[in-house]
């Protein structure tokens, strides 16, 4: 309410509404606020009068919030009461990688969330906005008529572009990611809007958000950053985007740059003096280009890593002269050529489908104990494979006594990772391998972990004797909360078994 405004509410309260009626401007103001203009004017005055004060008492304008009308009751059922316990233990973090197995038994049974904990998971997807993301469609409606009603929940439904604004970075990026997966031109626009008041520690991420629904529009904007950011590191990861992009400028002239001057590697007879023949000078275009984005320590032997980054970038059938079985052949016979086995994996397994997944789950069989297969070619290999494939890799990596030593071991790290259910197999070849040591490590508790909450229960009870504390007297208490996991997950499917 402006000055104007003002005055006229207190010459009207003093006159009275019969000497004085509202005008005009004042009902309007009334409308604006919500307030109900078929009441008797002088009671409106005092209603004015009342909004007027607390505004001024604010020092903010006053915006109305429309009333919600409350929620029809929800078609789904009532969870049974026992749902709130689980809830419970899990939301206060005893049990907290139990909560999606909990939502997808609600989702799968057609149960609604116990009500009396919807504060409480509204609460915590203020706080985390993946969190939200999870239980969204097991909140409505009644979750949403209940958020509308508090301001600080209310947000989590209007998804406000305010965040990508104002909002905290872990919630800008969230929203980015979601946004791009709904709109993605809108996310684009949003990005290059803000792009140069970006921190330059958050540049690359907000980057690969972009590898979501990637596509020809994006490539002017890539272009621009790679042309002109003053930074390696976004430079770098524009190209790597660029390169993706099927019909990229960049894709054609480093595609056809590979065939023309780099293809005749792997038929070289040693790969030093090929590449000093290929490539003399560092700044001859395009090379220079892609030098500058090189670390620093693979500068040096600029030749080979550059090499190296687009045997990795570009798919192998555009660039590499023969099959993926001669390809491997050549890794395995050719010792100079073995340091590009890597990045020929990771181009595979980025770009190269079933048919070079099946070549080199094929050569991994064949070449098991070779030094080709360094923990990351082998992780690249595994994170790339449908899950009952890595599943039987898992099993036959597990098959050596020496698989679990190491924390940085690949069928350590893709096991933690590996959130899919464990099949009876993966689950006893992990078992095989608790009594080749004595104590666990930290390693081996999160892995014990990550087992009890995505084995099938009746699979842990079938494989106790292997499990047994009376065996492994020094897993005794990690082996006790392994079952009391175990236990917590059957009472849970038991709930629902109605």
């Known amino acids: 309410m402006n000055t104007r405004e003002r005055n006229l509410l207190v010459r009207t309260a003093l006159l009275g509404t019969a000497r004085a009626p509202l005008p005009a401007e004042l009902l309007a103001r009334a409308h604006g606020w919500g307030l109900p203009t078929e009441v008797e004017p002088a009671r409106l005055v005092l209603d004015l009068l009342a909004m007027a004060a607390v505004q001024h008492k604010a020092g903010a304008l006053l915006t109305p919030v429309p009333a919600v009308e409350p929620a029809p009751p929800p078609e789904n059922a009532p969870a049974p009461t026992v749902t709130g316990k689980f809830f419970e233990r899990i939301l206060t973090g005893d049990h907290g990688p139990a909560l999606d197995e909990l939502l997808a038994l609600l989702q799968h049974r057609n149960f609604r969330l116990p009500p009396e904990y919807l504060p409480l998971l509204l609460d915590r997807s203020v706080q985390d906005s993946a969190f939200f993301a999870k239980i969204k469609a097991l909140l409505s409606p009644l979750g949403e008529w209940l958020a509308a009603q508090h301001p600080h929940w209310r947000p989590l439904y209007e998804q406000p572009e305010q965040i990508w604004w104002n ?190 997944q099946s070549a080199l789950l094929r050569f991994r069989a064949r070449t098991a104990e070779s030094s080709l297969w360094d923990g990351e070619a082998l992780l690249m290999l595994l994170q790339s494979l449908p899950d009952a494939e ?76 292997q499990f047994d504390p009376g065996r492994l007297p020094g897993w005794r208490h990690d082996l006790s909360r392994f079952y009391e996991v175990v236990q917590f997950r059957r009472r849970m499917h038991a709930a629902f078994d109605l």
Request: proline letters at 8%.
């Open 167 to 356: 909002g905290r970075f872990a919630d800008r990026l969230r929203w980015l990611l979601d946004t791009r997966a709904r709109n993605p031109i809108l996310a684009l626009a949003l990005l290059e809007k803000s792009w140069k008041g970006e921190k330059p520690e958050h540049k690359v991420r907000l980057l690969q958000a972009l590898q979501t629904r990637l596509g020809p529009l994006d490539e002017d904007f890539l272009e621009k950053i790679l042309l002109n950011d003053k930074r390696r590191e976004p430079r770098l990861a524009a190209l790597e985007l660029l390169l993706q992009i099927p019909e990229s400028r960049q894709r054609s002239v480093w595609t056809a740059f590979f065939r023309e001057r780099l293809a005749g590697i792997f038929d070289a007879e040693a790969p030093e003096p090929f590449l000093k023949k290929q490539l003399p000078e560092i700044g001859e275009a395009p090379v220079g280009t892609l030098v500058a984005l090189l670390p620093e320590n693979e500068v040096k032997n600029w030749r080979m890593s550059a090499t190296a980054f687009l045997l990795s970038s570009l798919p192998p059938v555009d660039i590499l002269p023969s099959s993926p079985e001669q390809m491997l052949q050549i890794m395995e016979g050719e010792k100079a050529m073995q340091p590009l086995f890597r990045n020929l994996v990771y181009g595979a397994v980025r770009y190269g489908g079933t048919e070079w």
């Open 390 to 465: 890595r599943d039987d890799l898992l099993v036959r990596l597990l098959g050596h006594r020496n698989s679990l030593v190491q924390a940085a071991a690949p069928e350590v790290r893709a096991l933690l990772e590996f959130t899919r259910p464990w099949s009876y197999a993966l689950l006893e070849a992990f078992a095989a391998r608790l009594p080749d040591f004595t104590y666990p490590q930290e390693h081996h508790r999160a892995l014990l972990l990550v087992a009890a909450y995505h084995c099938r229960p009746a699979d842990a009870e079938a494989l106790r004797y």
